[in-house]
């Protein structure tokens, strides 16, 4: 049997995950049920074949960042006929944002009737989507645990931080998002 201190780094990080994790299904569970069904999308290809890239400047390291870190991630829509196009994410992580646990948000261009999107997390992640009105219209779940990011991940013990990778997500558009 284990004890945890609260005071320890790790019971921090887990603690900061369930919130995030308890105020997203607060946020998603609370949500009026869609009109019609939902669209999901892939975004970036898909795990096994991700096409996906993003950027991050300044890198992003493992000590929480002093200032806002901006990012940028380009992907091809795909999964169905109202899945296609180039989707843009550009937005920023958060101060206090590491490579182990962050915030951020941006806007979206490429994708009908999204306007913006605000998430975080850790290696699993979930941001949601928000129409020009800031309505939510769907979510998103990245996928950047791929083999050239766990490769690159060691980027984040430099001052140079992690700059570059590849990502693919699942993306939710519920049917009343237009």
């Not at 096994?48 to 991050?56: C, H, K, Q, R, S």
Request: glycine letters at 14%; hydrophobic letters at 40%.
């Amino acid at each position: 049997m284990s004890i945890v201190r609260i005071g320890d780094n790790a019971s921090r990080l887990a603690i900061a995950c369930a919130v995030t994790a308890a105020a997203y299904l607060v946020v998603v569970c609370s949500a009026a049920p869609p009109a019609h069904a939902a669209t999901v999308c892939t975004w970036g290809g898909t795990t096994l074949e991700p096409t996906g890239v993003f950027t991050i400047h300044p890198g992003i390291t493992n000590t929480p960042a002093s200032e806002p870190l901006y990012a940028k991630a380009v992907g091809t829509l795909g999964g169905g006929a109202s899945c296609n196009g180039k989707v843009t994410y550009t937005g920023e992580f958060d101060p206090g944002s590491t490579c182990s646990v962050f915030t951020l948000h941006g806007t979206v261009s490429g994708l009908p009737g999204v306007a913006r999107f605000w998430g975080g997390g850790s290696a699993i992640s979930v941001d949601l989507l928000y129409d020009k009105f800031g309505n939510v219209v769907g979510s998103d779940q990245p996928d950047l645990v791929t083999a050239a990011n766990v490769l690159g991940s060691t980027a984040c013990n430099t001052p140079e931080g992690f700059t570059k990778g590849q990502l693919s997500f699942d993306i939710e558009l519920f049917g009343n998002h237009a």
